[in-house]
């Protein structure tokens, strides 16, 4: 399996943490639609970095 560069990794940090605040300050989604939405940011860039 490869490994996820360094930069690709703070990318996908970065990422998650800005739609997890903007969602603390508007409460719009749901934990369900939240887990999905991350989910779906960290498929995103494992598929990137192959």
Not at 3 to 16: A, G, P, Q
Request: no cysteine; glycine share 0%; net charge positive.
């Amino acid at each position: 399996m490869k490994e996820i560069s360094e930069k690709v990794m703070r990318n996908m940090i970065l990422e998650v943490l800005h739609v997890e605040r903007k969602n603390l300050r508007s409460k719009a989604k749901t934990d369900q639609r939240m887990a999905e939405e991350l989910a779906k940011i960290i498929v995103d860039y494992a598929r990137m970095s192959m």
